[in-house]
């Protein structure tokens, strides 16, 4: 019996993707565990498995397809014995429900004569003049697009407008609604949909944005919409630091392991949170969760955006283990060979600009978690020490806290735990 081989859900947030490129063509025979496809998720590009033998009878999806569903048929596979060219390709049209919702629109238009059929088409979208009928995910995408509402047939419960019928709906689709029937409901939707950006008339390269890209872009909005940010700043003094870890990287040459400060720096905050557990947090609804265990993500630029693989268990690894464990899972992020248990979670987050020469900056929290560390360069500056002034090597590092579960003197006390420890790094080591 042919197998239907459908869109995976390759990270805990994957809705859609795209679906890069075919390794693959029809009448390939294919085993368990060989790559079929690469396929870009809101994280990463990443490599599509067969769990199954067989002959790929037909590509439903083509290569290069945006917006491919979860769950969406994209190709058939024939099992052995069975005859590839025989198989139909009836769940190709499983992408089509995306230009079937402004049709019915669409034959309705011509009928109306008079403006009573325009009322007609509203209800869909909102019953009785009411509110838009809408999840708030739809809203939330349509005030992105500059889609109306209004325009809009929903196919969810009750009529209600879900993110699948905004598939089909084009940008300003409601202004010849609001011509035929300007009602109260429609007007504030059409107002507060934001316009289109236009170009200037300024020679310029156009590049569509990635999954990822669009992931980036919707969770840092968020964040700074939804996350109260407060910001508190300690300088550092690294010299101890850089004395120990030239001294560690001597006893750690014959193992080919090399700590980089940045590795010093992940199992110093891991340390810090578990000193105060009160920042070890994040806000789920109605409850403040503690953790028990200082997971670090990691921010890692690769070329498609950011991605944040986690260090679990940082608290308790040695720094060797650390260093190891970040240098594979960085290398795998720019190849996009990371798995989703590999970037998913994390109790807090580290942010190193330093090696730009960015002496300080703010980090934008990563919900849900309830902080991030922004780490800045290391830079020769006049300090005081031991009450006199001196030339000594100093950092910034600002935390950013999500003010709704973390008071500002718990953000202090981080900060001064954090400081101790890459002063004092030997304490990192007890």
Known sequence: MPIEL??????????????????????????SGDILAEIETDKATMEFEAVDEG???KILVPEGSDGVKVGVAIAILAGEGEDASAVTSAPAAAPAPKAETPAPKQEEAPKAAAPAPAAVAAPAAAASGDRVKASPLARRLAGQQGIDLAAVAGSGPNGRIVKADLAGARPGAAAPAAASAPTAAAAPAAIAAPAPAQIPDIPHESAKLSNMRKTIARRLT?????VPHIYLTVDIQLDALLKLRGELNKGLESRGVKLSVNDMLVK?????LMEVPSCNVMLAGDQLVTFQRADISVAVSIPNGLITPVVTSADT???????????DLAARAKDGKLQPHEYAGGTASISNMGMYGIKQFEAVINPPQGMIMAIGAGEKRPYVVNDELAVATVMSATGSFDHRAIDGADGAKLMQAFKRLVENPL????
Not at 317 to 327: F, G, P, V, W
Not at 427 to 430: E, F, Q, S, T, V
């Open 6 to 31: 459908k869109m995976p859900a390759l990270s805990p947030t994957m809705e859609e993707g795209t679906l890069a490129k075919w390794l693959v063509k029809e009448g390939d025979e294919v085993k």
């Open 268 to 272: 110093a905050l891991a340390g810090a």
């Open 317 to 327: 690894k040695s720094l060797s283990a650390i260093a190891a464990e970040i240098k």
């Open 222 to 226: 968020e964040s700074k919409q939804q």
């Open 55 to 57: 002959t790929i009878a």
């Open 427 to 430: 304490g990192m080591l007890a």
